[in-house]
């Protein structure tokens, strides 16, 4: 996206020049491996995108926040005065989320006029949602001097998901858009919050996410069933062992207690969690040492795991990640995000790419009535204020 079309942008929308306007942006966030993890206090692997979402902000002299969107017809007003409640179920709840977190943390907020421009496809599990919050945050800490820490912005921007927008999910999205950096993976603890950044590079091969297209149905409630579910599994393990987290169990203390849960099921979530947990440090170690016919195959595991264990999978998902694997040159596929529709990532020679597309358009349309999209999962610049007038 090109700055200067966002300046103008934003002129039409509110007027002024351009002197007093700020540029923000934050990228959205594809996970390698380590799905289902984070709010199990387990490890993720997730990068940050070249995708995401530009914030542009003028302080104003009134107290109301002004909210406008370049993708979105839908715009608002707010009188910080007031309380923060959401509205319905519109885009602007993950900003309006962010300024009450800043409001119950008796931050004075005057008035802004801000608009959001994103490139990240929505629906498509890449973290659009963590990648509006953040901006958000960053931009807000930024204006008004705050001098937060990126973890309270992390931690501030799951809290208002959580609460104002009602998914309860974990914390590795918000994580990985504010602590990402170009050309690393971030290799997050989810339960110590501890993180290093490992470099990766796929040499000759490229990752292309695959959009299903697929609505995802009831994603937020069958997420929500399956904390609980990890719930159910910590406390029928906790009656044998004191353990804090799921993932916390080992291989071995898994086998030796897997008849103390309460049901298959319960046991399947539980052995999902257990194994991704393991793949994530399995993953650490095969792109450190650039070993990616290994890595490829965790990708393929992680997938079978998430669809027959944790079954949060669908059959548009399933095929895609069926048909990759028939295709030469490709080492490694699987479901990423939440699941129940999104996207696959599916690592491949980059001379089979072509083939790929050609390939997976077509036998997914035949098989689904869907088109598929694609997009290179390119790694992209971390979050930042954008001082200069430039693209990136
Ligand atoms: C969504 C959530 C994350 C994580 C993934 C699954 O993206 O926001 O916290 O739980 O699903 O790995």
């Not at 994530?280 to 490829?296: A, C, Q, R, T």
């Not at 077509?362 to 693209?391: C, H, V, W």
Request: with cysteine; net charge negative.
């Amino acid at each position: 996206m090109d700055i200067v079309d966002l300046k103008n942008g934003f002129i039409e929308r509110y007027g002024g020049d351009e002197s007093d306007i700020a540029v923000f942006f934050a990228p959205g966030r594809v996970n390698l491996i380590g799905e289902h993890t984070d709010y199990n206090g387990g490890f993720v692997l997730p990068f940050s995108l070249h995708y995401g979402t530009y914030l542009l902000a003028r302080p104003l002299s009134d107290p109301m926040v002004k909210f406008k969107s370049l993708n979105f017809k839908m715009g608002a007003e707010v009188c910080m005065k007031y309380d923060l409640s959401p509205m319905g179920s519109e885009w602007v709840n993950y900003p309006l989320g962010i300024l009450k977190e800043f409001k119950d943390r008796r931050v004075d907020i005057p008035g802004m006029a801000l608009m959001f421009a994103g490139n990240i496809p929505s629906g498509a599990g890449l973290s659009s949602s963590a990648s509006i919050e953040m901006v958000t945050a960053f931009a807000l800490n930024k204006m008004l001097g705050l001098g937060w820490h990126m973890p309270e912005l992390i931690k501030l921007s799951q809290h208002a998901e959580n609460n104002f927008v009602g998914m309860k999910c974990g914390i590795m999205d918000q994580f990985a858009v504010g602590m990402g950096e170009k050309g690393h993976a971030v290799f997050l603890d989810c339960d110590t919050l501890n993180y290093s950044l490992v470099p990766f590079d796929f040499k000759n091969y490229l990752l292309i996410i695959t959009n299903t297209n697929k609505r995802r149905e009831l994603a937020g409630s069958k997420y929500n069933e399956r904390r609980a579910e990890c719930e159910m599994a910590l406390w029928d393990i906790n009656r044998v062992k004191k353990i804090k987290d799921l993932s916390k169990l080992t291989w071995d203390e898994f086998e030796h207690y897997k008849d103390q849960f309460r049901s298959k099921l319960i046991r399947n979530r539980a052995e999902h969690v257990v194994g991704e947990n393991h793949r994530v440090l399995k993953s650490v170690e095969m792109l450190k040492s650039g070993n990616l016919e290994d890595f490829g195959q965790l990708m393929f595991e992680s997938h079978y795991s998430l669809r027959d264990l944790y079954e949060v999978s669908c059959r548009e998902l399933d095929i895609l990640v069926e048909e990759a694997s028939k295709i030469e040159g490709v080492i490694g596929s699987r479901m990423t995000g939440a699941g129940f529709g999104g996207c696959t990532i599916t690592l491949i020679d980059e001379k089979k790419l072509e083939i790929y597309m050609e390939a997976i358009s077509r036998i997914y349309k035949e098989k689904t009535g869907l088109k598929p999209d694609f997009y290179l999962a390119e790694s992209g610049n971390g979050i930042q204020e954008l001082k200069t007038m430039s693209t990136i």
